[in-house]
């Protein structure tokens, strides 16, 4: 069982980070939506955990992130963007962990109709701020909950020990504690001392000190240290900590009565992510095997089944086992021509029933060298002997229609030529109108 660590958010309704391959996952987010009990008829609001997928044949970064719903795959976050979250997600997976943070699903008709319209998007920070980079404390200690920010003062006679916690991008997250203390040399008050891994690191002023005053007053009346998310920010010779948290007349009764020691510890920072060893987590389409439960857990569960490593299973390049949610996701490269179409349907043609591969008359250049590596064909020759050109397709269309034409005038057979050419076109358009995506 996987345990799963919590992610701040901003608030429980922020949802920032649009999620890709919705359309192919639809009977998943359905289950998901309908278990969330969440009282819209278009918006649905629920847990989800972030996976990383090192092993994904079809991630070329190979820093593949999966949204899921405890087995079930939701969707992607966006290639573009996945590889600056994956380091800090990779420690969290290779921690025997799973990161987990709130998700919202906007369904344009009734979620239950044949084609609904979705969309997930999930809640994030800035990439690089979702995981602190030291660990909480062992035990004995509540987190309060992430907000509004509040800046650390005299942190400048501690940069001997913040020197050790700035990251090589300058700005990074942390935890530090909070700690109710006698402050001052000459006008001595009571206020609120921040520490880091058990060193000062600086106080709050004044007044931040009285608000964050009670709250802390009482965590410890039930034997908890108060930790916080903090940012710092700095270089060689200066450094700046800024608190996140809610003050203490916002925080809720769940807030001031917390579970102690809600997160668990991850495996030291690394400045490489490389050097995390991140399981394989790659699932595929469809994918069944002893490991995956036919009923899975409820949204939101802390612990989630295990996923099941791609080398137990057996991969069956077939039209309905094919990932082409993956291999065909959009991207900006040109739409390929037919003769890449053609070449690419030829060559897996022999994986597929009676020789037919499924029509892809919208696949673009990288869209056909991706189906062609997944079924372990080179995709080089996409772009020899004049198969990447439009103007010598066109060329032949019209070489074509000239001899149609003239057999247009020859009597009963040339006529039949011509009829037989036309319901061809005919037919090869009226079926491309009942293709549906990603085809």
Same mark, same amino acid.
Do not use: F, T
């Given at each position: 069982m996987s345990t799963c660590y919590q992610l701040p958010t901003i608030n429980? $309704?922020?949802?920032?980070?649009?999620?890709?391959?919705?359309?192919?996952?639809? $009977?998943? @987010?359905?289950?998901?939506?309908?278990?969330?009990n969440s009282d819209g008829s278009h918006e649905y609001r629920f847990k989800v955990t972030l996976v990383c997928e090192p092993d994904n044949p079809h991630s070329r970064s190979g820093k593949a992130i999966s949204v899921r719903n405890g087995n079930d795959v939701l969707g992607y976050l966006p290639s573009e963007i996945a590889k600056d979250y994956f380091p800090e997600f990779a420690r969290v997976c290779a921690s025997g962990a799973v990161a987990e943070t709130a998700a919202r699903l906007w369904v344009a008709r009734d979620l239950f109709s044949p084609d609904p319209k979705m969309e997930l998007s999930v809640a994030l920070l800035e990439p690089g701020l979702n995981v602190p980079l030291n660990n909480p404390p062992a035990d004995g200690w509540a987190l309060i909950p992430y907000g509004k920010p509040f800046q650390v003062t005299k942190e400048s006679d501690h940069l001997d020990v913040l020197q050790d916690y700035i990251p090589e991008s300058g700005k990074g997250p942390l935890f530090v504690t909070l700690h109710k203390e006698n402050l001052g040399v000459k006008n001595? /008050?009571?206020?609120?001392?921040? /520490? @880091?891994?058990g060193q000062r690191i600086g106080e709050l002023t004044k007044a931040s000190g009285e608000k964050m005053l009670p709250a802390i007053e009482h965590l410890n009346a039930q034997g908890l240290d108060a930790v916080c998310y903090a940012t710092i920010q700095g270089s060689a010779v200066a450094a700046e900590v800024t608190l996140h948290l809610l003050?203490?007349?916002?925080? $809720?009764?769940?807030? @001031?009565? *917390?579970? *102690?020691?809600p997160l668990p510890r991850l495996v030291e920072f690394e400045p490489d992510p490389n050097d995390y060893a991140v399981p394989n987590a790659y699932r595929g389409q469809d994918e069944k095997t002893p490991n995956t439960p036919e009923h899975e857990p409820v949204v939101g569960s802390s612990q989630i089944t295990p996923f099941a490593p791609t080398e137990n299973v057996a991969v069956m390049p077939t039209e309905g086992a094919a990932p082409w949610e993956m291999l065909l996701q959009p991207d900006d490269s040109e739409r390929a021509t037919p003769f890449q179409r053609g070449y690419v349907r030829g060559k897996i043609g022999s994986n597929f029933p009676n020789n037919r591969a499924p029509r892809i008359d919208y696949a673009t250049v990288n869209q056909c060298s991706n189906i062609l590596e997944y079924f372990g064909e080179s995709s080089a020759p996409l772009y020899t002997d004049g198969r990447n050109s439009n103007a010598l397709w066109w060329t032949l269309m019209i070489a074509i229609f000239i001899i149609v034409g003239l057999l247009a005038n020859i009597p009963v057979i040339g006529q039949i030529a011509v009829v037989m050419w036309l319901g061809f076109i005919a037919h090869h358009f009226i079926t491309r109108r009942g293709l549906k995506p990603p085809f």
């Open positions: 429980s $309704d922020w949802c920032n980070v649009p999620i890709k391959g919705e359309y192919y996952h639809q $009977d998943e @987010l359905r289950k998901a939506a309908y278990s969330s001595i /008050r009571v206020g609120i001392e921040v /520490r @880091l891994d003050r203490s007349n916002e925080m $809720d009764d769940e807030a @001031l009565h *917390p579970d *102690p020691a």
